[in-house]
């Protein structure tokens, strides 16, 4: 067979899946089916690409691994009935649990409810999936708005003009738009004069050319609430391609290794991000559908809480990189939620 063709039809039949290899023996003392090893879980997601997602994804494979879980990895392709695809992909596989991670609940609901059905456990993140069945984990969106909007009003006081990077209909962003509307309805001098954003496989640079448009029409933001670090992104190519980088500031949500270079680069606006450690969303969304497949409590809302991290901390400690931050600020790195002690700790 020629090579191109071996390669064409291999692709073909390649599965939607990645198979981590499981830990061959279980964990003494674990619970069934952990005390054999190999229970399956499968990780699907509606958005794969940008450094939360992958970050999130590597802490869930890190926990699975410690676990000896046999852990399906499904990409995300912002594709709602992909998603859906993939969700019955996981019940024929005959999965003990699958963690959903973002996605659109009106496209998730029917086939959700058939896991359910075949007795497989549900975790859901960031996608409100409504049902007293699914656990819901989030990094309290509320307190993560809040973090960043407490630091835009210190540094820049109670009158503003602002931007503001939205998508409606994703569970995260549309918690901290709560925040938002609460905190411009008790400063009436906070004046939002753009709303733009875009959530894609493109977002930073979609993003960027809407921030661009915005900035240009409205001169006398000085202020933008970017809350995704993609938009952060986006925000922060505009103001350097028109030049204005020292006239605004960006407050943001989210951090990553790529991110804090971007903060605390000379001249950056990126002045502060809320944030949790997604790798640890990653490990606790796995803990809690391991804990559920075990048959052991798991609360209906697990919360893992962000953090305030401003340029001049950063700069001022010399962090460069994700693990520099977990080193000044161990609570970055762990969350003691939904845990037990049969639950090896991952190793990220
Ligand atoms: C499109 S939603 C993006 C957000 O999801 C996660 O909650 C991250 O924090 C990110 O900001």
């Known amino acids: 067979m020629k090579p191109f063709l071996r390669l064409a039809l291999t692709t073909a039949t390649l599965p939607l899946f990645l198979v981590l290899p499981a830990q061959a023996a279980g964990l003494p003392g674990a619970p069934a089916p952990f005390d054999k090893g190999g229970a399956k879980i499968a990780l699907i997601s509606y958005i794969s690409a940008g450094d939360f997602f992958q970050a999130y994804q590597a802490g869930a ?7 000896g879980v046999d852990l399906r990895v499904f990409p995300g392709r912002q594709n709602a009935s992909e998603q859906r695809e993939q969700i019955l992909q996981a019940i024929n596989l005959g999965v003990d649990g699958i ?7 009106e496209s998730l609901g029917d086939v959700v409810e ?3 059905s075949k007795n497989i456990k549900v975790v859901a993140f960031d996608v409100n999936l409504n049902n007293p069945k ?3 984990v989030e990094q309290s969106d509320h307190r993560l708005a809040e973090l960043a909007l407490d630091k835009a009003i210190k540094d820049n006081g109670t009158a503003f003009k602002a931007g503001y990077v939205y998508v409606a209909g994703f569970a995260p962003l549309d918690r901290r738009n709560e925040v938002w509307e609460k905190v411009k309805a008790a400063n009436p001098g906070i004046e939002q004069k753009a709303h733009f954003g875009s959530v894609s496989d493109t977002t930073a640079a979609t993003t960027a050319d809407q921030a661009k448009a915005a900035l240009q029409a409205n001169p006398d933001i000085t202020v933008v609430f970017a809350p995704y670090d993609e938009f952060a992104r986006g925000v922060k190519l505009a103001l350097a391609d028109l030049g204005r980088s020292d006239a605004v500031k960006i407050y943001s949500a989210d951090v990553s290794t790529a991110d804090i270079q971007e903060i605390t680069e000379a001249g950056s606006p990126w002045v502060a991000t809320a944030a949790t450690n997604p790798a640890v969303v990653g490990a606790v969304s796995i803990r809690a559908v391991a804990l559920q497949i075990a048959g052991q409590p798991v609360p209906p809302r697990i919360v893992v809480e962000p953090l305030l991290i401003t340029q001049d901390e950063l700069r001022a400690a010399g962090v460069q990189t994700v693990e520099d931050l977990a080193r000044k600020i161990p609570a970055f790195s762990t969350s003691a939620a939904v845990t037990a002690d049969w639950i090896p700790a991952a190793a990220f």
């Open 134 to 136: 699914i656990p819901q």
């Open 61 to 67: 494979e890190a926990q699975a691994k410690a676990l």
């Open 99 to 105: 963690v959903i991670d973002h996605g659109l609940p």
């Open 114 to 116: 058939q896991a359910l």
